[in-house]
């Protein structure tokens, strides 16, 4: 059972491309959160969505609760961006969390 | 400076033998959660906990314990260890009222059990 799906799950961009990342899920939420890994391994959380749009800098995220459908944007990519990214949804059920497999991104200079 | 703490960050193991990973944070959160990290399965969660003295089942719980007997502390126990236990786990916290329930993930601890 995969509870929230990703794409694409590997992804190379040249320095200063335009980076989508899509994440679908088949469960009730109640939010979803984009996070970021490193190659270090940390992990940080770069939004949390209920509706709507959210920006940060270069990033920008979107979900559509009827579709059930959620993309993280990169604008004008840096290959400080490279990382991998993860989509996580918290069941509006429960209190459990859902995670996607993560997507990868390196970003050429 | 507000952070998750977990120790310790590495441990090399062998099967059967008793071990707890310590997960802390101090910034007065309600919910605590552990997950583990996979190669091609991503992250799972194991535990979670809404607050003192209430603990759930995640995913993945089987072959784990918790306990939350304080606020800040969240230690998941491995009573008797197995190879397929060896992963990157991660302690996670966050608030858990009005919009402001971001996760905080600690720094990762990694397992391997022989």
């Known amino acids: 059972k995969n509870e929230v799906e990703q794409s694409p799950q590997n992804l190379t961009a040249q320095e200063g491309e335009f980076i989508t990342i899509n994440c679908s899920y088949s469960v009730g939420i109640s939010a979803l959160h984009w996070l970021q890994q490193h190659p270090g391994g940390g992990i940080v959380s770069l939004f949390m969505l209920s509706s709507g749009k959210k920006k940060h800098g270069r990033l920008i995220a979107t979900i559509n609760i009827q579709e059930k459908h959620s993309s993280l944007h990169i604008t004008a990519s840096h290959p400080r961006d490279s990382a991998v990214y993860i989509c996580a949804v918290r069941s509006s059920t429960g209190n459990q969390f859902y995670f996607g497999t993560g997507t990868s991104l390196t970003v050429i200079p | 400076e507000a952070q998750v703490t977990q120790n310790p960050r590495y441990l090399i193991t062998v099967t059967g033998k008793k071990l707890t990973v310590t997960c802390s944070q101090n910034m007065n959160h309600e919910y605590m959660s552990w997950y583990r990290q996979d190669p091609g399965l991503g992250l799972r969660q194991i535990y979670y906990s809404m607050n003192v003295e209430v603990t759930d089942k995640g995913d993945v719980p089987e072959g784990y314990k918790v306990s939350r007997k304080e606020k800040r502390n969240f230690p998941l126990i491995l009573e008797s260890p197995s190879p397929n236990q060896t992963s990157l786990y991660f302690c996670?916290?966050?608030?858990?009222?009005?919009?402001?329930?971001?996760?905080?993930f600690g720094p990762g601890t990694r397992l391997t059990v022989l």
């Open positions: 996670a916290s966050s608030l858990w009222s009005g919009r402001y329930n971001e996760q905080f």
